[in-house]
């Protein structure tokens, strides 16, 4: 059974302080890892995709990485508008023709001024 | 472009009621999605459409039905709402992209089951 997990569950950071969160995967074949980012009362908004071991993306202060078994979204100098919840979900290839996503259940960042 | 868009935005219901909650995009896309989001269980999948006319169950399809009559359209019906069907519902869609597909999301519909 696939399964995503995040950590922390919380982030607090005081601006300006960079840190990182995480995302373990275990599927049988990896099609597709995305990262997403949820407003309070919003949907969520698409920020990557990764499909293979040692790609890389970079959006402002985002980058993210990724490996056979986990991603890491890393947050450089953020700064409080960066506070979201962020999602990582992961396709497999057994998804076949629905492209279905499994999602972690995110990690609460708090950016402090 | 409106991109996803989602009807009605909040509704209270109750017990044994029945609704309908629309989703409707502009960006052409085949794949349409419909998703559940509960505090700590992050978004389960009720219901998905690889295009119009079609329609498959996802993770947590009891007690839902769904249509896809238009490919713009994607409805997500309750026929006897029940408390544990109190949740954000979100909308996604997704273009065909040789296997790089990415889904957008609509801004969700918030139900409350009393």
Redesign the interface.
């Known amino acids: 059974e696939d399964q995503v997990t995040q950590s922390p569950e919380a982030l607090r950071l005081q601006e300006g302080e960079s840190s990182s969160l995480n995302c373990s995967y275990t599927v049988s074949g990896l099609r597709g890892l995305f990262w997403y980012r949820q407003d309070p009362g919003k949907g969520p908004e698409f920020l990557f995709t990764l499909y293979s071991a040692g790609e890389e993306k970079e959006k402002e202060r985002l980058k993210a990485t990724l490996t056979k078994k986990e991603s890491f979204l890393h947050i450089t100098a953020p700064k409080p508008e960066d506070s979201a919840t962020y999602l990582c979900a992961v396709q497999e290839i057994s998804s076949g023709s629905a492209r279905q996503l499994t999602f972690g259940s995110g990690t609460q960042l708090t950016v402090l001024p | 472009n409106a991109g ?1 868009t989602q009807t009605p935005k909040f509704r209270v219901l109750k017990t044994g009621q029945s609704m309908t909650l629309l989703c409707a995009q502009d960006m052409n896309h085949e ?1 349409m ?1 419909w998703y559940r989001q509960d505090p ?6 009720i219901h ?1 459409s ?1 295009g119009e006319g079609t329609t ?1 169950k ?1 993770e947590v399809p009891d007690g839902y039905n769904v249509s896809r009559l238009k490919k713009q359209n994607f409805l997500l019906g309750l026929e006897s709402a029940a408390p544990s069907q109190t949740s954000v519902y ?1 909308c996604a869609s ?1 273009p065909i992209a040789g ?10 519909t918030r139900l409350l089951v009393l």
């Open positions: 996803v794949y999605y700590g269980m992050g978004l389960r999948l998905y690889v498959a996802g979100f997704a296997g790089r597909e990415t889904q957008y999301f609509g801004p969700g």
